[in-house]
């Protein structure tokens, strides 16, 4: 038997178009629920990992971009947290961010960085490509804990009517060490970045476990001056 192509009409894809317009223009708030709907649906196991957040957006070489990204934990006993981020352009592929941050459930006390570079920059015609490489200590319930992760990822900007939009994809793995053991760590990120104003920009993103990770969901404020 031979399967037949599927033909999408011009009222098909302008179909299409308008929903995807309509998803880009709500409110970061209504990305975020979507997003913790999915995460709620999807997450079941245990360990954590940093989120990605402003990770994939470079900051102008010489200045320094600052942002709180609170988060909820949705697996492994759940919780929610705090972290602070400050981030400065190396160069015009590159930048360097120190993370720390509190909270509770199974991720407590966390402090880290991350290196990120851009083997193809975000430009007209093509996505953004590269990897950060990121290495966190945690307090969690069984004590002490170092993550050591490859983040290879992928954004886009495009321009709304409601303001620019900045999806990424990240698949963040690597290893965890706890107490003389350490476990391989996979997930999967999604999320976005949403420009409001010169200076401003709020993230959304889910983290979806796929090996010893959590899953979890964050938001957050970045000012870029």
Do not use: C
């Amino acid at each position: 038997m031979t399967g037949r192509p599927t033909v999408v009409n011009s009222e098909g894809m302008t179909g299409l178009k308008q929903k995807v317009r309509w998803v880009a223009e709500r409110s970061p708030i209504a990305v975020f629920a979507g997003l913790g709907a999915l995460g709620l649906a999807l997450g079941l196991a245990p360990q954590a990992h940093a989120g990605v957040a402003s990770t994939t957006h470079f900051v102008e070489p010489g200045y320094a971009a600052l942002g709180l990204e609170p988060e909820v934990t949705l697996t492994d006993g759940a919780g929610m947290g705090l972290n602070a981020r400050f981030t400065y352009g190396m160069n015009d592929l590159s930048n360097l961010t120190l993370i720390g941050g509190s909270g509770g459930g199974p991720r407590r006390f966390r402090l880290g960085a991350n290196a990120s570079f851009d083997f193809f920059p975000d430009m007209e015609g093509q996505p953004g490509v590269g990897i950060a490489a990121q290495t966190l200590y945690l307090r969690t319930p069984e004590g002490g804990r170092l993550d050591a992760q490859a983040m290879p990822y992928i954004h886009k900007s495009f321009s709304t009517p409601g303001g620019e939009v900045e999806p990424f994809l990240t698949v963040p793995f690597g290893l965890s060490f706890l107490t003389n053991t350490y476990r391989p760590v996979t997930s999967l990120v999604i999320g976005s970045l949403f420009k409001r104003g010169e200076s401003i920009r709020y993230v959304t993103e889910v983290g979806i476990n796929i090996n010893n990770s959590n899953t979890y969901v964050s938001g957050g404020i970045v000012y870029y001056p």
